[in-house]
């Protein structure tokens, strides 16, 4: 008897430390909970536990709580963090291949979207890897469209603002607007429209809600100016020191992952834009003036970006086209 329970004893031990997980990963993520991108790194977390019994846990610090969005990058480069989810666009500075997913009306729809990134996935891999990370997946943002005070019906309507930036490519886009980019992170766009520092973004209808725009701009004009993407990237050398099946839970759960956020994002598109009209914002298609005069300098932009890019860059451009 007395034997018995120790047996059991010791059972409950060893079962309740099985309970934890023997490999743990932070992760650093920059945008809030309610984002289509996070609700989804959440559901590959768990996928990660639930493939591996719970042997390996990723948890989640979203919203920058952990790293600054700026600081992502170096931050998984050097191991201070695992993993992380980081705006590719951000990393534009570091080379040209991460400014091409926010030219203007190159990839305008998430079917020309997805081929743009299938085009240029092993582009950027590549460029990760001299880097020492590895791309695990992408996931796109909504389209982009213009929030303003007044209706925006032609470029010049663009003239003097002071327009919210949130990469080089996006800073470009204005001054070739004849505006002023000021770079401001989604959570503290309110306080940026409310003190003045900007009067008008151009972003998807996601951002546009989670950041309440209807409290300080009235117009939405829904140009559909590019299809931007975040990507998850991890440490090389973290992923080599996992053990083979925890290799793959991580690679599997990652491909679940981004089929199902193209599919969120193609249905945030539909339910965020309703919501922006539902608040009270004139949600307008924009003039044919306005378009054609934006993808010229669309057009401009793309020949700017391959001519930066080199000999890679036009080539990937010209399979693209
Ligand atoms: N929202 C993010 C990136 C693109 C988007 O739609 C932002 O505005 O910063």
């Not at 193209?262 to 924009?286: R, S, Y």
């Amino acid at each position: 008897m007395k034997f018995f329970n120790m047996a059991v004893l010791t059972f409950a031990v060893i079962s309740s430390a099985s309970t934890t997980a023997a490999t743990r990963w932070d992760m650093a993520t920059p945008y809030v909970d309610a984002t289509h991108h996070t609700k989804n790194i959440i559901q590959f977390a768990d996928d990660v536990k639930t493939a591996t019994q719970g042997e390996f846990e990723i948890i989640v610090h979203s919203g920058a709580s952990l790293i600054k969005h700026k600081e992502i990058p170096k931050a998984v480069r050097s191991q201070q963090v695992p993993i992380g989810e980081v705006f590719i666009g951000i990393m534009g500075n570091d080379d040209p291949i991460f400014k091409l997913d926010n030219i203007p009306f190159l990839a305008t729809d998430f079917e020309q979207a997805k081929k743009l990134y299938d085009i240029s996935k092993s582009a950027i891999e590549a460029k990760l890897d001299e880097d020492g990370l590895m791309l695990l997946y992408s996931v796109p943002w909504p389209p982009q469209g213009i929030y303003s005070k007044d209706p925006i019906t032609k470029i010049e309507d663009f003239k003097g603002a002071k327009l919210r930036s949130y990469s080089s490519t996006l800073s470009r886009l204005a001054i070739l607007l004849s505006a002023s980019p000021t770079t401001v992170q989604t959570v503290e766009i309110p306080q940026a429209f409310s003190t003045g520092i900007v009067n008008m973004m151009i972003t998807s209808p996601t951002t546009g809600v989670s950041s309440q725009a209807w409290d300080y701009v009235n117009n939405y004009t829904d140009v559909q100016a590019w299809i931007p993407k975040n990507m998850v990237i991890v440490n090389k050398r973290a992923f080599r020191r996992l053990d083979k099946p925890l290799q793959t839970a991580l690679l599997t759960s990652a491909a679940a992952a981004e089929q199902r956020g193209w599919e969120m994002a193609i249905q945030e598109t539909k339910m965020k834009t309703a919501e922006l009209a539902e608040h009270g914002m004139n949600v307008t298609a924009p003039s044919d003036t306005l378009m054609t005069e934006l993808k010229k300098i669309g057009n401009d932009m793309a020949t700017e970006w391959a001519n930066e890019a080199g000999s890679e860059g036009k080539a990937l451009l010209s399979e693209y086209k």
